[in-house]
């Protein structure tokens, strides 16, 4: 498995988008617990650029939705941004709920498409 770049991470998860790497980098414990899952105990070993990608997405939105409680997000016209600057005010929780459950939904997909290439 590759690894995962701050651009790929962002490309898959636009609500983490940071021009400084380091929310990027308070994730990396998540992603790569993900990607120790997805090769350890799922077993995933991408044959092919396709399945690569599947894999990177799913990692990305595993790792994201893990730490949407830990973040701190602020709601934009464009949806949320994560921050870390006390001029923001935090989304409401309802808000930042609806975000994890989009994380969800999108992971779980994820997750079933690279199932089913694997088959």
Same mark, same amino acid.
């Given at each position: 498995m590759t690894a995962i770049t701050q651009q790929m991470f962002e490309r898959v998860v636009p609500a983490f988008r940071d021009a400084e790497p380091r929310i990027f980098e308070a994730l990396q414990p998540m992603v790569l617990k993900w990607?120790?899952?997805?090769?350890?105990?799922?077993?995933? @070993?991408?044959?092919? @650029?396709?399945? @690569?990608?599947?894999?990177?997405?799913?990692?990305c939105l595993a790792a994201a939705y893990d730490a949407v409680p830990q973040m701190d997000l602020a709601a934009t016209e464009?949806?949320?941004a994560v921050v870390s600057n006390q001029n923001y005010a935090p989304a409401s929780r309802d808000r930042v709920m609806a975000l994890r459950e989009e994380l969800?939904?999108?992971?779980?997909?994820?997750?079933d498409r690279l199932m089913l290439r694997l088959v």
């Open positions: 990607q120790y899952v997805c090769h350890n105990d799922l077993g995933i @070993e991408p044959q092919d @650029e396709t399945t @690569e990608q599947m894999l990177t997405q799913y990692v464009n949806g949320f969800r939904g999108q992971r779980s997909d994820a997750r």
